[in-house]
C-alpha cells in the first residue's frame, strides 16, 4: 500500500522523547486511509497502534512491531450556533488550539482545559480533565472507526460510558474503535467554569474574574507553566507525559484502612458523588520519600511537579519503567495505596 514507511522512530513523534521505532508506518489523512491502514495490517496479522499526538504515551525502546497509523485527520466544523454550539473537531486537530478558538468565540466548557497537549481525537479516549473539568461534561457525539467491521459509528455522550480518565474506547473496547471526530456542545456566552480550589484561589489572590473565559484560560495555562505542565522547549521538565500517575479512588473501607496509618491526617481527600473518596496521587508520592527533582539514571521527576516523569535527556523505557515501578512499590508499602499510571504503555 502507497505510504507505508518502514523503521520510522517513534521518539520524535511524542512529547517525552522516549522509544523505538515503527516497524511500519503510515500517516493516514483521510478516513479511507484509516480504514486501509488497518485492513493492510489485519491481512499481514500485525498488530497495529494508533498514535495521534504522542502526548500520553511510553514506548518500549524496542520500538512497536507492527504498524502505526499516524491519524491526521483536520478540520473544525461549527454545525450549530443556537445557545449551545455544537463544534465537530476532527481527531487531529491539537487540542489547546481548539481550546483558545472556543475561548475566543465566548463559547464555554472546555476553557479549563487550557495548556493540554495533544490531540482532540485523544480526548475522550482518557476523558481528559482538569482543574475541576472532563471533557465529558461537553462531549456530544463521537464519531469512531469499528476496526473490525471498517464502519463508521456515531456514540452519544451516554454510550461513550465514561468515568474517571475512562471511557468505552480505553476500558471497556480498547483496541476497537479509532476515533474520527469529536462534536462537543459548548454554551455560547456561557460563564468559565471555576470549581476547582486552585485555580479559584489563584484568581481571587490576583483580584481577577471567575467568570470570565480568557482570564480563566490564561490562569489555567500560568499554572501549568509553574508545574511544568505545558509543552515548552526551553524547560525540561515539559519533556513528559504531563500527569503520569491517576489520583487513587478509595472506597469506604479502603479509606479507613489509609487513614488508620500514621501520618495520613494531611493527606488530602476530596468526596466523589458515588461515595468513594479521591486521594491525591502527587502528596502521596511526595510522603513516600520522591521529592521534585528525583532522578533516576536520564529520567526522574519534575523539578516542578511529582507527578510528572520526564527524560532528562537520552533516557530509556527502561528508566521510566523503573522509576514508575519503584514509585509504585514505595506508596504501596508506606500507604497500602495502589496508584496507576495514566500514559499507554506501547511495545510492551
Known amino acids: 500500500m502507497a505510504g507505508i514507511e518502514e523503521n520510522v522512530p517513534l521518539a520524535p513523534l511524542t512529547t517525552i522523547g522516549i522509544g523505538g521505532p515503527a516497524r511500519y508506518y503510515q500517516r ?21 497502534f494508533v498514535l495521534g499526538g504522542g502526548s500520553n504515551l511510553l514506548i518500549a525502546d524496542e520500538g512497536f512491531p507492527g504498524l502505526v497509523l499516524h491519524v491526521d ?4 466544523t ?6 449551545l454550539v455544537l463544534v465537530k473537531v476532527a481527531a487531529a486537530e491539537p487540542w489547546d488550539p481548539f481550546v483558545a478558538r472556543a ?3 465566548g463559547w464555554a466548557g472546555v476553557e479549563c482545559l487550557s495548556g493540554i497537549p495533544g490531540s482532540t481525537g485523544a480526548t475522550p479516549i482518557q476523558n481528559v480533565g482538569a482543574y475541576g473539568q472532563d471533557v465529558s461534561e461537553t462531549v456530544v457525539r463521537v464519531e469512531a472507526l469499528d476496526r473490525s467491521t471498517g464502519r463508521v459509528i456515531s ?8 468515568a474517571y480518565r475512562a471511557s468505552l474506547f480505553k ?3 480498547r483496541d476497537r474503535y479509532i476515533v ?4 462537543f456542545g459548548l454554551k455560547r456566552g456561557g460563564a468559565a467554569s471555576v470549581r476547582y480550589p486552585e485555580l479559584k484561589r489563584y484568581l481571587e489572590e490576583r483580584n481577577e474574574s471567575l467568570q470570565d473565559l480568557s482570564t480563566v484560560r490564561n490562569a489555567t495555562i500560568a499554572i501549568r507553566r509553574r508545574k511544568g505542565m505545558v509543552i515548552d522547549p526551553g524547560d525540561p521538565d515539559t ?9 487513587p479512588v478509595l472506597s469506604a473501607s479502603e479509606l479507613g484502612a489509609f487513614r488508620a496509618r500514621p501520618g495520613t491526617e494531611s493527606a488530602p481527600a476530596f468526596p466523589v458523588p458515588d461515595g468513594t473518596t479521591k486521594l491525591s496521587a502527587a502528596w502521596l508520592i511526595e510522603h513516600a520519600g520522591f521529592q521534585k527533582g528525583f532522578t533516576h539514571r536520564n529520567v526522574g521527576l519534575s523539578s516542578k511537579h511529582t507527578l510528572a516523569v520526564i527524560n532528562r535527556g537520552g533516557g530509556t523505557a527502561r528508566e521510566a519503567v523503573e522509576l514508575v515501578t519503584m514509585i509504585q512499590d514505595r506508596v504501596r508499602e508506606r500507604f497500602g495505596v495502589e496508584i496507576q499510571p495514566e500514559p499507554n504503555f506501547i511495545g510492551f
Open 239 to 247: 519533556r513528559s507525559d504531563g500527569s503520569f500517575f491517576m489520583n
Open 180 to 183: 474520527l471526530t469529536v462534536t
Open 171 to 173: 476500558n471497556h473496547e
Open 155 to 162: 456514540f452519544t455522550n451516554a454510550e461513550c460510558r465514561f
Open 78 to 83: 461549527v454545525e450549530s450556533e443556537d445557545e
Open 103 to 105: 475561548v475566543a468565540n
Open 28 to 48: 493516514a489523512g483521510t478516513v479511507d486511509e484509516v480504514r486501509e491502514g488497518v485492513a493492510w495490517a489485519r491481512e499481514r496479522k500485525l498488530p497495529l
Open 73 to 76: 485527520l483536520r478540520g473544525i
